[in-house]
C-alpha cells in the first residue's frame, strides 16, 4: 500500500491473529483458527502504524473528503505498482 485514507469521524475495533494480521470483527484470515483471535479496540491506530511502518502516506480525510469511502466503512488505501 502506498497511501492509507481514513475518516476523521470514525473510529474501527477488530481482531488480531497469533502471526499479527489485523482483520474486522467478522472476518477470519485463511488458515488462522477463530478461537485464537483476539479483539483489537485499537484498529485504527494499528493501521497507522502499519502503513507508516511499510513507508506508506496516511491521510485522516473531513466528512467531505471521506465521502466517497463510505460504502467502505470509511476506510481507502492507493496501491503500490
Known sequence: MAHLLLAADRSWTGM???DGTLTSETDVPPGVDPDTLVAES???ER???LAIRDGAEVSILDS???APLADH???GALLRW
Open 16 to 18: 488480531r491473529a497469533p
Open 42 to 44: 485499537g484498529l485504527d
Open 47 to 49: 493501521m497507522i502504524e
Open 64 to 66: 467531505e473528503a471521506a
Open 73 to 75: 466503512d470509511g476506510i
